[in-house]
């Protein structure tokens, strides 16, 4: 055997070695679902101007998803904007059963509730951090975090401009608003939507042409939350200004 | 040269050897221990998904509870409270749903439940019904007047002091003290359920008042006007507040 012979009869080797590597990988690759025909872009949609603050959305949230009871512990939640004459705005986050002051209520040019929750963005800062790929947007939209692969680095946490993820204090790990995916993936609304007794929220799919939230969107002006950041949030607000973010 | 595997010399063989040991060790970790998650290459991960979708929820739905609570949700359908949700008030009841003879979902009957979203809070939409606990009739339950799957304002509004209490205050000091509301308004029965949407009546012309306080009106205590002179262009309650018109004995002086 020449050089010339030797080197083919290796080159060959190499070829079938490589050959069956490529047909472990395809085999592996043919085990994710089939795309779906006609994707869906869940979104939620909350009108201000029918939110009374009664705080239902977040007890729900809570129960539904376990979430610790601690206050700080929070999937969604309320806070209420108050403005001054002096053109001032303050924002709290309610609690349940709690009164509010109305001395000085003079002074008070407006004020009005605005429900919170994960914004679900189409281009996710908190993904972009994430160092294990912990979190992701699936295909229907939803932003969702693998507590399984999540360190606990809180990256997350500091990168989401809305403040909507928290360390959960038993699993260490970062946890958010799913838009309660075990639910709408049983064709039930999240748990914050369905109890909310005034419709303040509303959630659909925004590729339909029928659903409850474009019907937000044809009927009211809709804004997203800090738009200037380019994260293109999936929770549309009506009946917000400026003063919101 | 020494020649041994398929013909290939010794040095060769050696090499492919180790070669294919590190491959297949490659291989088989590929395949055997790292996850099947791991693997894909699309931006979400299906072994997530299906973890989040297999989670039990504990909200069963609005549409569930119909199927064997006939009366309150043929209450409900027609009420004020047709949108709100079953679970808003009982709670989380999917246990129930599933097995209806097990986790029968609590009832709030106290006083301190609707106030949730009744009790009066300035940042509240204009317009939604709201008491303030403290003044609307202590320590009585709202159940006791209230149906909760059709709240309504309960059987009274007979009198318009109810819910016109400023009006009748001031009115209860003035000379129109004794006359009933009806004498000036009509009041619509449905104004009683629905307040806002059916509103009572108004007088809007000068006559109305004429009928009394004109000149050649039979009613001997009310002051009486020229019509034609008095008040020019302008209505009467542009001057005077039917509520509280003025005492009579200052318009005796002018006179």
């Keep these: 055997m020449d050089r010339r012979e030797a080197v083919r009869q290796v080159a060959t080797w190499f070829g079938a070695i490589f050959a069956g590597l490529g047909v472990c990988g395809a085999s ?23 939110c009374i603050g009664c705080g239902q959305c977040a007890a729900a949230c809570k129960t539904e998803n376990g979430v610790p009871p601690e206050p700080h512990y929070v999937r969604t939640w309320v806070e209420r904007y108050v403005e001054t004459t002096d053109g001032a705005v303050s924002v709290e986050t309610i609690q349940p059963s709690q009164t509010r002051e109305h001395a000085a209520e003079k002074d008070i040019l407006r ?5 919170k929750l994960c914004n679900h963005c189409a281009n996710p ?41 928290y360390l959960h204090p038993a699993t260490k790990t970062a946890d958010k608003c799913t838009f309660c995916y075990h639910r709408i993936k049983k064709d039930l609304l999240p748990a914050c939507v369905e109890v909310c007794p005034t419709q303040a929220r509303v959630f659909g799919n925004l590729n339909s042409p029928a659903s409850p939230l474009t019907r937000l969107r044809r009927m009211r002006k809709t804004f997203v939350l800090k738009p200037g950041l380019n994260t293109e949030p999936k929770v549309l607000y009506a009946g917000i200004d400026g003063e919101v973010r | 040269m020494k020649r041994s595997l398929l013909g290939l010399p010794d040095h060769v063989a050696r090499l492919l050897v180790v070669f294919v040991v590190f491959i297949g060790g490659a291989i088989a970790v590929r395949t055997f221990v790292i996850p099947a998650s791991l693997k894909e290459t699309g931006r979400h991960r299906t072994s997530t998904e299906e973890r989040e979708s297999a989670k039990e929820p504990k909200y069963a739905g609005a549409s569930q ?50 106030p949730v979203c009744h009790a009066y809070d300035p940042s509240r939409p204009t317009g939604f019904p709201q008491i303030n606990p403290a003044i609307h009739n202590p320590l009585k339950p709202c159940i006791a007047c209230h149906n909760p799957h059709d709240p309504k304002p309960p059987v009274i509004p007979t009198e318009c002091t109810a819910c016109h209490g400023e009006i009748a205050r001031t009115k209860a000091v003035s000379p129109h003290a004794l006359l009933p509301c009806t004498t000036c308004h009509d009041v619509p029965e449905q104004h009683r359920v629905s307040p806002r949407t059916v509103t009572a009546t108004k007088p809007n012309t000068k006559a109305f008042c004429v009928k009394c306080h004109g ?34 004995s200052w318009t005796d002086e002018k006179l």
């Design chain 2, 65 to 114: 509870c119909g199927t064997c609570h006939d009366a309150e949700s043929a209450a409900k359908a027609g009420g004020y409270h047709r949108n709100v949700s079953c679970e808003t008030c009982h709670g989380a009841a999917k246990i129930h749903a599933d097995d209806p003879s097990t986790g029968t979902p609590p009832a709030p009957r106290t006083r301190g439940f609707c």
């Design chain 1, 125 to 165: 800062p908190c993904v972009q951090v994430c160092p294990v790929g912990a979190t992701f947007s699936t295909e229907d939209g939803a932003v969702l975090v693998d507590s399984a692969r999540c360190i606990g680095c809180r990256y997350c946490i500091q990168a989401c401009p809305y403040g909507a993820r």
């Design chain 2, 215 to 248: 000149k050649n009106s039979t009613v001997v205590e009310a002051p009486k006007i020229d019509a034609d002179t008095h008040g020019e262009k302008y209505l009467c309650w542009d001057c005077h507040y039917p509520h509280l018109p003025e005492a009579r």
């Design chain 1, 28 to 50: 592996a690759e043919t085990s994710a679902p089939a795309p779906r025909t006609r994707p869906r872009s869940y979104g939620m949609g909350v009108d201000v101007d029918k």
């Design chain 1, 111 to 115: 004020s009005f509730f605005v429900p």
